[in-house]
């Protein structure tokens, strides 16, 4: 089965434009989240979305939203993007929301953002 | 409010010796804590998780974990290093309240030498 794909690969915006990423679940997941991993630090999480509802959300401001599609993918979208923004953006799927104790979360390659 | 702390920006060990990588947590209730393993330009790669039961837990690629309540920690372990285990290496706490809201360490580079 194919992993958690996400496009595009690496992107690169400038301050003030509107950045939308994408990302695919691993089949049969239902839940997706999506991650900020600014250079050096780890994973920060921005949002998990399950059966197309939030079901949480990071410190993160609101210039950054997303939402689920019926078929469980998922875009993230950060408006307004400032130099800080610059960052690998990870998303990852589960088969739950995360109150199973048996499930995990898969990650994808990331999607590279440069923010000039 | 949950953290999870890896005290050591880098490891060495030479390869073929044991390998050690430190992580301590804070979290309300239960902790699931995971490991994950990072290559250059790839996504996190699951290697194992604590959730309940047996401290010592088992997982990907010949890793293991020890899970010390008393100490709140979570240190990765492994036997013998090779030198493709030369990664970066984050811990990982969830709280036990549902949901995926995980707070992942900072990191630790991990070099195995040939």
């Known amino acids: 089965d194919a992993g958690v794909t996400q496009s595009p690969t690496h992107l690169i915006k400038t301050r003030g434009q509107h950045v939308t990423l994408r990302c695919s679940p691993i089949?049969?997941?239902?839940?997706v989240s999506w991650y900020q991993q600014v250079l050096g630090q780890g994973p920060q999480f921005i949002f998990q979305y399950y059966e197309k509802e939030e079901r949480g959300r990071g410190n993160f401001p609101d210039r950054f939203s997303a939402r689920q599609f019926p078929n469980y993918s998922s875009e993230l979208n950060v408006n307004a993007l400032l130099l800080g923004d610059s960052a690998l953006y990870l998303c990852a799927s589960s088969r739950t929301s995360g109150q199973a104790r048996t499930d995990t979360q898969y990650f994808g390659p990331g999607t590279r953002l440069t923010v000039l | 409010a949950q953290s999870v702390a890896q005290p050591e920006d880098q490891v060495n060990v030479a390869e073929g010796n044991p390998l050690t990588v430190k992580c301590t947590y804070s979290?309300?209730?239960?902790?699931?804590l995971f490991w994950y393993v990072q290559y250059p330009n790839r996504g996190l790669q699951f290697l194992l998780k604590?959730?309940?039961?047996?401290?010592l837990v088992k997982g990907s690629y010949g890793f293991e974990a020890e899970f010390n309540k008393s100490q709140t920690s979570f240190h990765l372990k492994k036997p013998s290093a090779l030198v493709s285990d030369s990664a970066l290496y984050f811990c990982?706490?969830?709280?036990?309240?549902?949901?995926?809201?995980?707070?992942f360490g900072a990191g630790t580079r991990l070099f195995v030498k040939a």
């Open positions: 604590y959730i309940t039961g047996d401290n």
């Open positions: 089949s049969g997941h239902k839940s």
């Open positions: 990982a706490v969830s709280a036990n309240t549902g949901g995926f809201k995980t707070i």
């Open positions: 979290v309300s209730g239960n902790p699931y």
